[in-house]
């Protein structure tokens, strides 16, 4: 079988990582027999830089006419400065509202070979943490009107609005049930509800949507709770459920517990077209162009788009196992370095998987 993507490098580390990324699912989609071919497209700081526009719209167009998209991070100071429409940050927000991206899915977890990097208690590390937070990524405060600073009374005031509607709410939900009927068929929705209306629609629509998945159990959290859960008793979530603010902000808590932000793969769905998948990590500017950052999280977020966006389920898996087999080979990029194990870089360490790939079977 023939798949095309459509390639968004971004800014920062993004070429390098996306480089490695590229080369472990090209080996494994041809390991199992298929085809993939790229498009690149600008995105972020480096479409500023070449167009004046965060997402040309010559780049919506190459991801509307993919299989999948492939992103790596944008942003970085030197954009920081930019009028708020023109940030990378809106090329990301846009390319999500654009192809209607409303579920983000952020596994999270502990891998065995990294238990010495995790941040966590060691009594609570062996526990053990493997969650993923489902999170509704095109509505809330990142895309509610009104918004923008204006005078009010005489006063600038900064104006956000927090919006979801029943649709909204429902749509998500489902995704976060069927997500937890893969897994340990447990979702608990994170809300904050004793404050927001939006939350109170939230918890009213989750419970409704329950209903129809009685096999799997609903619990209900406010998101303050929640952040102090994941560092205390992280065991405890199968699946997160919560909205587009709230899951930014879990959604990096729960992946820097694990012990590098630069390990953890995404994927961002609409209800077709072509999915985005992404490392849950940004740009890292401060490293950028220097063979340091950790490919890991991008690879991985390879193996999600072979899963989940081209239905290549066992290309997936091999190169899954392949970064595993890489970390318990000792191999470690800076992020993630154990005294006694061994430092490579980014180049390096995606070279390693490949070979793992390529050995496979
Ligand atoms: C993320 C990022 C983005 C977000 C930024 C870069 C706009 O933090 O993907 O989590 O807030 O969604
Ligand atoms: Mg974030």
Not at 161 to 187: D, H, N, P, Q, S
Request: charge should be negative.
């Amino acid at each position: 079988m023939k798949k095309h993507i459509c390639l968004l490098e971004g800014d920062g580390i993004g070429p390098e990582i996306l480089a490695q990324g590229v080369d472990a699912i090209t080996t494994a989609a041809r390991k199992t027999g298929h085809e993939l071919t790229f498009a690149k497209a600008l995105i972020g700081g480096a479409a500023l830089d070449a167009t004046g526009e965060p997402l040309p719209s010559e780049t919506v167009e190459t991801c509307r006419n993919a299989d999948a998209v492939y992103l790596a991070a944008v942003g970085g100071p030197k954009w920081d400065a930019a009028n708020p429409e023109k940030r990378p940050e809106k090329g990301l927000l846009g390319i999500r509202k654009s192809l209607g991206l409303f579920a983000n899915l952020r596994p999270a977890m502990l891998m065995p070979e990294l238990a010495g990097a995790c941040l966590l208690h060691p009594k609570t590390a062996a526990e053990g943490l493997d969650l993923i937070v489902v999170r509704e990524l095109t509505g809330d405060v990142y895309f509610g009107e009104p918004r923008g600073i204006i005078m009010r009374d005489g006063l600038r005031t900064g104006v956000n609005t927090m919006l979801y509607t029943e649709e909204g709410i429902r749509r998500i939900a489902k995704v976060a049930f069927e997500t937890a009927r893969l897994r340990r068929k447990k979702v608990c929705s994170v809300d904050k509800s004793n404050v927001l209306e939006t939350s109170r629609l939230w918890r009213e629509v989750v419970i409704a949507v329950h209903k129809d998945y009685g096999d799997v159990e609903l619990s209900h959290m406010y998101v303050d709770n929640a952040a102090m859960q994941l560092v205390r008793a992280p065991s405890q979530f199968d699946v997160i459920l919560t909205g587009n603010l709230f899951g930014d902000i879990l959604s990096d808590e729960a992946a820097v517990i694990t012990g590098s932000l630069g390990m953890l793969p995404s994927s961002a769905l609409g209800d077709d077209g072509p999915g985005l998948f992404e490392p849950t990590h940004g740009s890292a500017p401060d490293i950028a162009g220097q063979d340091k950052a950790n490919p890991l999280a991008a690879i991985l977020s390879g193996a999600m788009l072979l899963r989940l966006g081209l239905n290549i389920p066992e290309a997936a898996s091999l190169v899954e196992n392949a970064v595993r087999q890489a970390l318990r080979d000792g191999f470690r990029t800076f992020d993630i370095m154990e005294p006694g194990k061994t430092l490579v870089g980014c180049r390096a360490m995606g070279q390693k998987v490949i070979e793992n790939i390529g050995k496979a079977y």
